[in-house]
């Protein structure tokens, strides 16, 4: 089946101590987005790659940045965790960036920051 | 800008109970509506959407209606099940955002046997 896979599910990392998380897709999609979750909040957007165009949100602390070396893999590289970064990161992509198009998640990667 | 207002949960029901999550919008242009669903320890996943005023999505026997005159979008469902237990999130897809989506906070459901 076409999926996006998110690995590890669950990642822990020390303060400070960067980190990277990983997501691929079956679905050859163009759209590439990463979101952090809190708590079961609504996902909040951090960037998002449309083929190799990267689209920084506005409000995406420096700390947070991204890869994607081909169409399947994208990276979420935290340079210096804080405890606030804890969370879940959901990668998800789109075929493409209109506004009627359905956005396909993983199933998150669970960042724990000691 | 664009945003999405929830009804606040958690919401518990017993099996077989209606469910009715409230949800209204503001957004400039037009823009598409989805109900995604999150089980416990996984990703969202599209529940169904509708992209113009007046399409109903259905899918696995929830249903939601594009209401342009009350900006709303309520999901419905006739009868749960303990195995519907999980966050809703209520979403919209603008054509002034470049098809970026904005999510509402989510609604926690929980039905009991």
Redesign the interface.
Known sequence: DAMVIQNPRYQVTQFGKPVTLSCSQTLNHNVMYWYQQKSSQAPKLLFHYYDKDFNNEADTPDNFQSRRPNTSFCFLDIRSPGLGDAAMYLCATSRDLGYQETQYFGPGTRLLVL | GDSVTQMEGPVTLSEEAFLTINCTYTAT????L?W?V?YP??????LL?A?KADDKGSNKGFEATYRKETTSFHLEKGSVQVSDSA?Y?CAL???T?????T????T?LTVKP
């Open positions: 242009g037009y823009p598409s989805f995604y999150q320890g996984e990703g969202l996943q599209l959407k992209t966050v999130f897809s603008s054509n955002n470049a098809g970026k989506s999510f509402g906070d989510g926690t």
